[in-house]
């Protein structure tokens, strides 16, 4: 199975103590976001979990320990984009989240870890040529580093308007100029270009649509072939992401990011960060009376069979 951490808060950045804490007992318990007295309760155990998906801003609290994780597979997204404190209010300096990855994909491989750059949007300080500049600087810092670069376009949620009512859509004619030019780029550094749940047209440009987080993406940085049930497939139509069973909750990531789909508000992050028990099997707070305890079936999807190929 897979196991991911990073679609819904930032685990490496902020709650690292408590990840290899659970690592360590051998199990994690999250509540289902729909129905939070539903208790899914996962194995950490390398003999189920084929791969550990992280996906942050910050790797740097993780990596002293990486050697408790030895054992995983493991893959990773970090977030690097060109943005000041106005927009990104409490991510730490760019030069210290580039050296971080650069230390990051020396311990585990540059095939276990993607960067992106996103969400891309338009303003007048953030230009079209400004991120172009950009987008170039990080990209040849991040050459023979990592495996792929992830790039999306801001799309305006609810939370997003009310928390960021400045933004607006790229356009699409926006969007084919950035994209084209970012393909061009990052042949000239070694770095594939892939979008996920955008405009399918950007393959004509060398772009991979398929996805962030594929089974051509996870078998590559695992380096094993993987059998995955249809059931266990993207419940989104516009991509093949294995984004299943995660382990985070929404409304807990302090990086106060303008355009963050995950948080509602910085009091409700600060009213759930406040709960959190870094020896509680549950990212924020415990169990509860009424709690129903699912213990998940997990199984290994890696394929041992042996192929001439």
């Not at 893959?75 to 300096?93: C, H, Q, R, S």
């Not at 020396?106 to 969400?119: E, L, N, Q, S």
């Not at 987008?135 to 790039?151: D, G, P, T, Y």
Request: aromatic share 10%.
């Amino acid at each position: 199975m897979i196991l991911n951490t990073g679609c819904r808060t930032d685990i490496p950045a902020y709650y690292s103590r408590w990840f290899y804490h659970r690592v360590k007992e051998g199990y994690v318990c999250t509540r289902n976001p729909y129905r939070p007295e539903q208790v899914l309760k996962y194995r950490l155990d390398p003999r189920v979990v084929d791969v550990l998906c992280f996906c942050t801003k910050n790797p740097a609290p993780m990596i002293p320990r990486l050697a408790e994780l030895g054992c995983f597979r493991q893959f990773w997204f970090a977030t690097l984009t060109p943005y000041g404190k106005e927009i990104e209010p409490n991510v730490p300096d760019k030069r210290t989240v580039l050296e971080s990855i650069k230390q990051l994909s020396a311990a585990v491989g540059p095939k276990a870890v993607g960067w992106r750059y996103d969400p891309i949007f338009i303003t007048e300080k953030y230009s079209i040529e400004y991120h172009l500049r950009a987008f170039e600087k990080i990209a040849s810092a991040l050459s023979n580093r990592v495996s792929s670069c992830v790039i999306s376009f801001l799309d305006l949620y609810e939370k997003t308007k009310r928390n960021f009512p400045e933004a607006r859509e790229v356009t699409e004619s926006e969007q084919i100029h950035l994209a084209s030019r970012f393909a061009e780029i990052g042949a000239k550094y070694g770095i594939p270009i892939r979008t996920c749940c955008e405009n399918v047209s950007l393959a004509q440009y060398g772009i991979d649509v398929a996805g962030c987080m594929t089974k051509a993406v996870l078998e590559a940085a695992a380096d094993c072939r993987l059998t995955v049930p249809k059931k266990k497939k993207s419940p989104r139509a516009q991509c093949n992401c294995l984004l299943g069973s995660d382990i985070g909750m929404y409304n807990t990531c302090p990086h106060g990011c303008v355009y963050c789909y995950g948080n509602c508000d910085r009091r409700t992050v600060a009213r759930n960060v406040a709960q959190h028990d870094p020896d509680s099997p549950f990212l924020i707070g415990n169990f509860r009376k009424g709690d129903q305890v699912i213990e998940v079936r997990q199984e290994s999807y890696i394929d041992r069979q042996m192929t001439l190929f």
